[in-house]
């Protein structure tokens, strides 16, 4: 069955602190896509990025880098030199090739607070 | 204007109410979701449309229904809200192929008294 773990509920770091947050999966198919997304006190959902199940080159963009293992079946966020606006609720999410309906596997979600 | 737009923002009702959340989207996308976000169990998926005639259910669809009036409105139903049921509630759309990544509404918190 698939599933999708976030095990941190709650991060509290120092701004400028680095965070990592965890993500892992399960799911039997070997074509699957895996979803960050964010979501502020303001209470919307915003995109970071998607990875495919074939594609485990790792990505930066600014501040945020993300690490995808496909043996360790993690989908890991980092946060360099973190901020007060990162504050928020962050979700991964898993969506199955075999299924084609789109549909997403969300995480339990980890709450980051980052204070000044 | 926002792609996604949900109505209403917020709701109270009382137990045994009928009520309807609605949700519009202008990005021309097929495939639109109902989820449910409750806290420490992340988002759950109620419904989902891949067009005007083709409506499934999600994971905890009992006690919900959907209408999908046109490609770019999706209705959420609670024909008897109950307690349980108070919860934020998310529209989403997304193109074809799994991955697409969803776009969201802003959310309608609905709160059952």
């Known amino acids: 069955a698939q599933k999708v773990t976030q095990a941190q509920t709650e991060i509290s770091v120092v701004e400028k602190e680095d965070v990592t947050l965890d993500c892992v999966y399960e799911t039997r198919d070997t074509t699957y896509y895996l979803f960050w997304y964010k979501q502020p006190p303001s209470g919307e959902l915003v995109f970071l990025i998607r990875?495919?199940?074939?594609?485990?080159q790792n990505e930066i963009s600014g501040r945020y880098s993300w690490n995808f293992q496909k043996s360790t079946s993690s989908f890991n966020f980092t946060i360099t030199a973190s901020q007060v606006v990162d504050s928020a609720v962050y979700f991964c999410a898993l969506s199955e090739g075999s299924s084609n309906t789109g549909k997403l596997i969300f995480g339990q979600g980890t709450t980051l607070q980052v204070k000044p | 204007d926002a792609d996604v737009t949900q109505t209403p923002r917020n709701r109270i009702t009382k137990t045994g109410k009928r009520i309807m959340l609605e949700c519009s989207q202008t990005?021309?996308?097929?495939?639109m979701y109902w989820y449910r976000q409750d806290p420490g169990l992340g988002l759950r998926l109620i419904y989902y449309?891949?067009?005007?005639?083709?409506?499934n259910k999600g994971e905890i669809s009992d006690g919900y229904s959907v209408s999908r009036q046109a490609q770019a409105k999706f209705s959420l139903s609670l024909e008897s809200a109950i307690p349980n049921q108070t919860a934020l509630y998310f529209c989403?759309?997304?193109?074809?192929?799994?991955?697409?990544?969803?776009?969201f509404g802003p959310g309608t918190r609905l709160t059952v008294l």
């Open positions: 449309s891949f067009d005007v005639k083709d409506i």
């Open positions: 989403a759309t997304s193109a074809p192929e799994p991955y697409n990544e969803q776009f």
């Open positions: 990875r495919n199940s074939f594609d485990e």
């Open positions: 990005k021309g996308h097929d495939r």
